[in-house]
Nanobody, 124 residues
Framework: QAQLVESGGGLVQAGGSLRLSCAAS????????MGWFRQAPGKEREFVAA????????YYADSVKGRFTISRDNAKNTVYLQMNSLNPEDTAVYYC?????????????????WGQGTQVTVSS
């Protein structure tokens, strides 16, 4: 099993930036595909970004492409989400997820482990 802990959320003004981190336990982290999802009040959880085990394959939702960057440091068992040019529509709880057999999926059902989420609030 794996445990994921997100951090780095907070309140930021529109146009600002935040960097989210997701720390994973276990030495097998380097074999997992990792993803970021978000959920706003009253809405379904939606895909944000994903990265395969090596970092060679990366995928973004159209809504964040060009503004967000996903990366990972397998030596630190950590995945990051750098968020730039934030706007109020980005306000949500952001979740980190791990897929044992995945290669970087947009489907939340392909993920096996989830973090508790971290709140991101963007003011206008």
């Amino acid at each position: 099993q794996a445990q994921l802990v997100e951090s780095g959320g907070g309140l930021v003004q529109a146009g600002g930036s935040l960097r989210l981190s997701c720390a994973a336990s276990g030495r097998t982290f380097s074999t997992y595909a990792m993803g970021w999802f978000r959920q706003a009040p009253g809405k379904e959880r939606e895909f944000v970004a994903a990265i395969n085990w090596s970092g060679a394959s990366i995928y973004y939702a159209d809504s964040v492409k060009g503004r967000f960057t996903i990366s990972r440091d397998n030596a630190k068992n950590t995945v990051y989400l750098q968020m730039n040019s934030l706007n109020p529509e980005d306000t949500a709880v952001y979740y980190c997820a791990a897929a044992v057999y995945g290669v970087g999926s947009q489907d939340l059902n392909d993920y096996d482990y989830w973090g508790q989420g971290t709140q991101v609030t963007v003011s206008s």
